[in-house]
């Protein structure tokens, strides 16, 4: 059993809704859901190219997957969790856009956010406490990537490549696609999804629990933690308000409170 912390929007929200409908699957309830069609788009391959993104449903991850390490359970996790998101301010990061992030189609700010930054990085120092170590097996799969001297070290000390400035925040949307005809009619049908919700403003209010409850499962997503505050901060005080000192961001930076 795996647990992970992600942002999700409310499952009453369009951009809930279309996410998980493109993704063929919605991660709140488990439910399969029938894809729309689209011009010129093979509904198998699609099926195919989304298959990863939708096992693992429609979220932001802040924090990946990870297994609880002795003697802390789930119901240690969810209070932590709760008083974790109990201090938090929403942010109103900047508008998404769709975007190909090392070959696959996600949905990610327009510019960088430092308050999206702070968040995550809060996220991972909050949370390792939790975190088991990975096994052998795992380390040397993600030793096997190609990743940078920085995410060497990030994966040895943190369990992930991908955390603190390297980190990006991105909702998958498919697997890898090649250059060619297929990859611009699956975001000719990304913009026809996607694009009427760009206008809106995202809020980032809460945080979501997901579970793996068994290897090769589906993701669920197990409890939504909205913040208190229900005004979204300008990306300039929410990046005031939760910005970090430099041993905070440091990634061989290491402390395990009790």
């Not at 932001?60 to 969790?81: H, K, N, Q, S, Y």
């Amino acid at each position: 059993m795996r647990y992970a912390i992600a942002f999700a929007p409310p499952p009453a929200s369009p951009l809930w809704q279309r996410g998980s409908l493109w993704l063929g699957r919605d991660a709140l309830t488990g439910h399969s859901l029938s894809r729309p069609r689209f011009h010129g788009v093979d509904p198998e391959r699609l099926a195919e190219l989304t298959a990863l993104p939708g096992h693992r449903g429609f979220h932001a991850t802040l924090v990946p997957p990870f297994r609880l390490a002795e003697p802390r359970g789930e119901a240690d996790l969810l209070a932590a969790l709760a008083d974790f998101t109990a201090c938090l301010k929403p942010i109103a990061p900047p508008a998404l856009e769709i975007a190909r992030l090392d070959g696959f189609f996600c949905l990610r700010p327009v510019r960088h956010s430092q308050a999206l930054q702070t968040l995550a990085s809060l996220c991972i120092r909050a949370f390792d406490r939790f975190r088991a170590p990975l096994s052998p097996s795992e380390m040397a799969r993600r030793k096997a990537a190609l990743l940078s001297g920085q995410e060497k070290k990030n994966l040895e000390i943190w369990g992930y490549p991908y955390v603190f400035e390297q980190f990006r925040f991105h909702f998958p949307l498919t697997a890898r696609i090649a250059e060619g005809r297929e990859k611009e009619r699956i975001h000719a049908a990304l913009i026809e999804t996607f694009g009427p919700l760009f206008e809106g403003q995202l809020a980032i209010d809460a945080l979501c629990l997901f579970i793996e409850p068994a290897s090769g499962q589906p993701l669920r997503c197990l409890h939504r933690f909205p913040f208190p505050s229900s005004s979204p901060q300008t990306e300039e005080n929410s990046a005031h308000d939760q910005q970090l000192l430099p041993k905070d961001l440091y990634p061989g930076y290491q402390c395990h409170p009790a």
